[in-house]
């Protein structure tokens, strides 16, 4: 499977911005994608993640200004992101999970967001 990422960039405090994540490959193979995120001097952590049944999870720090989404036709995982914090600022990772692994093991390469007036 391969991921490929898009969208980012720089956006003022309390904007909104919009990140894409397009699957490729053995698209069967996978059952979660989601988005992680590493700021500078920081471990990557989870942002948000669904799975192949619609399940979401969110992390505290972007519940209800952070949105993920799935278009299975499309094969792509999005995250609206809104209310964008100084704090938001971040290179920002999809990821999948594969059916075989119980945490996610299969990355794109990372986009970078910037908040910041």
């Known amino acids: 499977v391969q991921l490929q990422a898009s969208g980012g960039g720089l956006v003022q405090p309390g904007g909104s911005l919009r990140l894409s994540c397009a699957a490729s490959?053995?698209?069967?193979?996978?059952?979660?994608m989601g988005w992680f995120r590493q700021a500078p001097g920081k471990g990557r952590e989870l942002v948000a993640t669904i799975t192949n049944d619609g399940v979401t999870k969110y992390a505290d720090s972007v519940k209800g200004r952070f949105t993920i989404s799935r278009d299975k036709a499309k094969n792509t995982v999005s995250l609206k992101a809104d209310s964008l914090k100084p704090e938001d600022t971040a290179g920002y990772y999809c990821?999948?999970?594969?059916?075989?692994?119980?945490?996610?093991?299969?990355w794109g390469q990372g986009t970078l967001v910037t908040v910041s007036s």
């Open positions: 990821g999948a999970r594969s059916t075989s692994s119980t945490w996610y093991d299969i």
């Open positions: 490959g053995s698209i069967f193979s996978i059952n979660a």
